[in-house]
Every structure is written in C-alpha cells, then in structure tokens.
C-alpha cells in the first residue's frame, strides 16, 4: 500500500520549503519594489521560524514517540524527514543571506542603511556610545555561567548577545538578553533612515558590561523552540474553563525543547560542544545566518520612509473596493433578502459583511446572530458589533476557537469581552479545532423564521481581509439557512455527526462528498473536468482519488499554495493532473472546488484544504454556489488564475517549481483582479417612485409645520 502512494506523492515538509522558497524568489524578483522584496525577506524568515516551531518540533516528539513510524507519502521515518529538513534548509539560509545582503545595498542610496558598527562615522559612534551608557546599560540583566551560576533558559525567538569571558584563571560564559521592551533598532541621527540594531550595540560594548573580565568571541545568538503544544483532552474534560487551560499551554510553550540555534559568528569548537550539551541540540541544528535573526522592524523602518521616495520603493497602493454587486448607501441586509452576494478580498471590501452585521445588531426583526470565529483582528469591529447586538437584546452565539496557533491569546482576551456583553460564548470539542467560517442571522418576516447566512474561505479577520484573497458568500437561501440553523444546534450540543442536505461538513460529510462528486466526473472520462483551488494537499484519500481521476482520462488542475504532496506528471498515474501556485503581492488563501464545466458545475467554497487535519481533525464546512452570475465570476477567476504567467509556477514531475514561459499577453491574476475592482460597473441606488398620494401626503406634513 505505501509502495503505490511513493509513486506520486511526496514528503510534506520538503514539499512546505519548496513553497517558503517560492516566497524568497519574490524577494529575488527585480520587478518587484525594494522595499516589498525586502518585506518578501521578512515573511520567508516568519514562515521558517514557525515551520521549526511546529513542524520540526512535531517531528522530534514523533521520533521520540515511535522511532519506526513512517510517513506514508515518502516512506521516511521522522528522524530521516529531520535529517532531510536540516540538509534542505541550509542551501536556503545561503540564499536568503545573500538576497538580504543585495536588497540592503540597493537600499543604500535612497538613504535607508542598516550598519555595522564599524561603519558608523565618528559623530554616530559617540551618540551610539552615550545611548547605550544612559538608556540600555541601566536595564540590562548580564549574567556569567559557572559553578555557581546555572545556565539560564534562553526563551523561544528571543536575542542574547554571548561571549567567553576570563577572569584570572577561571573561564566562562557570558549572557545578556536583548531587553524585550526597547526598540529592536536604533535610529542615528539625521535625514535618512540610517540605524543599527540594539543587539550589535550591546555586543559593541560588552567590554562595559563585563568590565572586570577579559571578553572574547564575541556573538548573539536565538533559540526556536518546539511551540508544537496541543491541551490534552483530560486537561480539557477537568476543567470548567477551557481559558484557563489555554493560558497554562502558552506558559508551557516558552520551555519547550529547543530545534534550532541560530548565531551571528561562527561558533569554535569549544563554544558549539558548550551550546550543544546545554541546549541539548546536534550541531546540525546549528546555522549561522548574516542578516537580522528579527525582521519586525522592517515595516516600522517603510513606515518611516518619506513618502515622495516610498513610491518608488512600494507597491502602488491598493484600497479595498465596494462590492460589484451591491449599492452603496442602501441596506446590505435588504440587498442580500433579493439575491445572493458575493464579496472578493482584498479586492472587495469587507465593508458589506461588518455593516450587515451592524443593521442586524439594531434590526427589530433580527432574533439571533451566530457566528464561528478561528481569528480575530486586535482591534475588531465584528466583534464590538457582536457585543452591541447582545446588549440590543439579541441572542448572539459565539463558537470561538481558543487553540488558533499564536492566536490564542487574542481569542482568550475577545472571549472574554463578548462574554461580558452578554453574548453566549461556546468552544470547540476535544481533539477538534472549529475552523469553519459561517454565520447566520435569524429573523422573523410576518410569522415566518427567515435566515441570512454567510460563509467564508478566510477568516473574520479585517486586518487580513487586506493582505489575503478570500471569498465571502451572503445568501438568503433557506435550505442553506436551514443546514446552517442545524449546524449551530449541532456545535452547541456536542455533536458532530449532523446530517445537511446542502453543506457539507467535516469530520463527517465533506471529504465523503468531494470524493463523491469526484466519482461523478471519473464516470465522465475525458469529458470529465476537476478544478480545486486550495491552500495545501496532504489527504492521503483525495490523492489517490486525483490519480484515479487521471487514469480515467479527467482533466484536474490543483491551484495549490503551499504544500503539495501530490506529483504531477507521473506516468500511469498522475499525467492529467497539472499542479499550480500563486505567490504574489497578496497572499492565495481561497478553497474553491469545482466539478465540472461552464454552467453545469457544481461549485461549492468552503474553510477546508484537502489536508488529513482539515478532512478528519476539524470542523469545517463548505457551501454550494447556487447564483448562476456568481458561479460565472468564480469560473472567471479561476481561469484567469490559471493563465498567470508572471506569479503562477508549474510544479513539476520531481516536485520543484518553474514558471510558465510568458506568451504574448502577459497575465497577473491578482493585478487583473484589481483593475477589476477599480473599473467595474456598479449597480446604482434607483430613486424610489413616489405616488401622487405620498407627495400629498408629504406636501400636508410641511404645510403643518
């Protein structure tokens, strides 16, 4: 069984660093705007960062657990994935210093540098020398390791700057972190955006700190800790309150077990064997990177750009547009009672789905608002509109997922506030995180219950609803109301076993359903046409379903963001399947699944990717598009996707990415979709006829007063 998925599948974490590569090309492209590469550079760290965090750390306990497991897309047991892992990541940290290095130095004659120490001019030393002594030197918490001084525990992604000192006879170690409440960067005096980063200055003077030692091999350095922490279920049955839990989780993340050490100078013989035995790490897990091991100070830098040079060096700015199908400055809720809506992010505003959450918060007929909520913005009209329909006398249900990876805390804290306003505040269920984005507003019309229902393939999250393409459905269909009634009923009881006759839901009907829906088109052969846009494929069942699909003649395209266990190409198995990915200006975040062609499709979006976590360990749901003109628009888009040839890569046979070979018309999806949202035409509010018996009417009421 294992040999036919090794065939045409492959290993999910390679396959994950082959996407975070994709990500630093963008920062390689010379078509793109400096200060967006350098941007590019920041999140490519981000994503490494957390991919040691969460996948590499899942590793170790799996080799811990159970040494013979093996993963069943490349038969490799999770000690050979780590060892994989680090081999590949090497190349990448090279890559990534050097692209750093480049984009720093073509930065350099608009006046924004980033300096060593060395390179400061005499003036800039001494104002750098007197901050230190009157700012940093007062706050710093230095300490030595020896006999008597234990080896303190270095916190996960926090900077210490170290060095070997000698005192007498004695040798040891050195430790000072990197004070976490000053600015990660110091601004030099003058016009431009000259600055150096603390921890250089730290290290500079260290000779101060330690004045009383002879100080050597001086460095800095940052530990990524394993943050892979799930609460276990007899945590969860015990206590009353799943914060509670939560908040003892995230204390217990800052000591887990150490992945990766990063350092600034190479370390000697004698200073790599110290930090392996104390961090209890291998020197593999040892890299040395020239460029900032923190990137945040990037955006705070662009925002300090003066704005007649930004443009040269930004994106042209992009606003969020108003809806190609709604009026504006008319009801939103009454426009959804008509037809369905859909709105495109970030293209789109979000603007429609928060106002008709506002008039359903003051709407006298409106009885109920249920929502589910993975993650929130920290500041967040949604939910203060939620909390002002609750104080309004509506009953407002709120399933918030408290295990949202680094999210927790900002779930907790709105959790908390929501409560507080009266709303009825739910969690998910042991061992299932609730990742769905629906909700559902409950009226009554006459002595009918009538619904309004929303749902999502991101997030309700207005920050990101201007960095991610999503899409967002509002319909008054009432079986879907119906289904999404059952749901909410379903969640509040515990049980995850509904049955819905449009949704579908995971754990239990969506991936049935998709597997289903793909049977139908296998049945077609060549006529046969599968066309899914996701985020990553790991599900084990839905590959072997493409395969069966591209024996059977079916043409499939994946449009896949990030990881894909599935190869192209490969003969007797996969050479009907075509593999796709969109990395650009804005991050691809929809999940469209589409069966079929033109007018008889059947399309449904939805929150789940085609991973075992999304099909089996969450609850998610997807929802069948019913509106002929927006099937039609969904089709455009994805076509249009699909011809990308300046941000679109093909995967290949062998799993590695290439893009496509420009033909006549160059094609950026993401840059048609904004021209789009720019120069649609938009339905115009009609002026309300008013009958002779109304103007009089209003001619009496004037003449009164």
């Known amino acids: ?265 190479p370390l000697s013989k004698e200073m790599e064997k110290y930090f392996c035995e104390k961090i209890k790490i291998g020197p593999e897990c040892i890299f040395r990177t020239k460029m900032p091991m923190k990137l945040d100070f990037i955006f705070k830098i662009i925002d300090k750009v003066p704005d007649s040079m930004k443009r040269s060096l930004i994106d042209e700015p992009f606003s969020p547009q108003p809806s190609v199908s709604l009026v504006e400055g008319s009801s939103v809720m009454a426009q959804i009672k008509k037809r369905d809506i859909m709105l495109a992010y970030p293209y789109e505003s979000m603007e429609p789905f928060l106002q008709l959450i506002k008039e359903a918060s003051t709407d006298p007929d409106v009885m109920t608002i249920k929502i589910t909520i993975y993650r929130l913005a920290k500041k967040t009209r949604l939910a203060e509109y939620l909390c002002a329909a609750a104080e309004n006398g509506k009953e407002v249900t709120v399933l918030i ?69 999503d899409y967002s459905l509002m319909t008054s269909n009432q079986s879907i109301g119906e289904d999404a009634a059952l749901f909410f009923k379903n969640m509040s009881i515990g049980n995850l076993d509904g049955v819905y006759k449009h949704l579908i839901v995971s754990p239990t009907s969506l991936k049935t359903k998709v597997l289903s829906l793909m049977d139908g088109e296998i049945k077609k052969g060549a006529e046969g046409r599968i066309l899914m846009k996701m985020n990553s494929v790991t599900d084990i069942d839905f590959m072997r379903k493409v395969s069966e699909a591209s024996k059977a003649g079916v043409k499939v395209d994946l449009i896949v963001r990030g990881i894909c266990c599935i190869l192209p190409g490969i003969k007797d198995e996969t050479e009907n399947l075509k593999v796709t990915s969109i990395v650009g200006r804005y991050l691809e975040h929809p999940r469209v699944f589409v069966f079929g062609k033109d007018e008889n499709a059947t399309i449904y979006i939805g929150s789940a990717d085609m991973m075992t976590r999304n099909t089996e360990k969450r609850v998610e749901v997807a929802c069948p598009v019913y509106d002929p003109n927006i099937k039609k628009r969904l089709l455009r888009d994805l076509k249009i996707m699909l011809a990308d040839n300046v941000k679109a890569r093909e995967m290949k046979s062998d799993g590695t990415y290439r893009k496509k070979n420009r033909g006549d018309r160059i094609i950026c999806a993401q840059d048609e979709f904004m021209k789009y949202a720019i120069t649609a035409k938009r339905p115009e509010k009609k002026e309300k006829h008013i009958t002779p018996f109304e103007k009089l009417k209003k001619f009496l009421k004037i003449k009164r007063k």
């Open 1 to 265: 069984m294992v040999k036919e998925h090794l065939t045409y599948t492959q290993n999910r974490e390679l396959s994950w660093l082959r996407f975070d590569q994709r990500v630093l090309e963008e920062a390689q492209d010379e078509s793109v705007p400096l200060l967006e590469r350098m941007k590019f550079v920041s999140i490519f760290t981000s994503n490494l960062d957390e991919f040691f965090m969460i996948r590499v750390g899942s590793l170790y306990d799996m080799a811990e657990a159970d040494a013979k497991k093996i993963d069943k897309r490349s038969g490799m047991t999770a000690q050979e994935q780590l060892s994989a892992i680090y081999e590949a990541v090497a190349p990448l940290y090279k890559e990534r210093d050097k692209t750093y290095s480049e984009i720093k130095k073509q930065l350099s004659p608009y006046g924004i540098c980033g300096l060593d120490f060395k390179e400061l001019e005499q003036q800039e030393k001494k104002y750098v020398k007197k901050y230190f002594k009157e700012q940093i030197l007062p706050i710093l918490s230095p300490q030595i390791v020896d006999a008597n001084h234990p080896f303190p525990h270095l916190l996960n992604k926090e900077i210490y700057v170290v060095a070997m000192l000698k005192y007498e006879a004695h040798s040891m170690i050195g430790i000072v972190p990197v004070p976490q409440f000053v600015s990660d960067i110091l601004y030099l005096p003058g016009h431009d955006v000259r600055y150096i980063r603390m921890e250089k200055v730290i290290m500079e003077y260290l000779d101060i700190v330690f004045e009383q030692y002879q100080v050597s091999e001086k460095n800095y350095i940052c530990v990524t800790r394993n943050a892979d922490v799930s609460p276990d279920d007899e945590a969860y049955a015990d206590n009353e309150d799943f914060r509670f839990v939560m908040r003892e989780t995230l204390h217990k993340r800052r000591k887990m077990a150490a992945v990766r050490l990063e350092t600034a100078n």
């Open 401 to 469: 997922e408290l295990r949202a990876r680094f999210d927790e805390q900002n779930n907790i804290d709105w959790s908390e506030r929501m409560e507080e306003a009266g709303c009825r505040v739910i969690y998910g269920f042991e061992g299932y995180k609730v990742h769905s984005k629906i909700c559902l507003i409950t009226y009554r019309n006459r002595n009918e219950i009538k619904y309004i229902t929303q749902i999502g393939t991101g997030n309700y999250n207005e920050k990101t609803a201007k960095l991610y393409t």
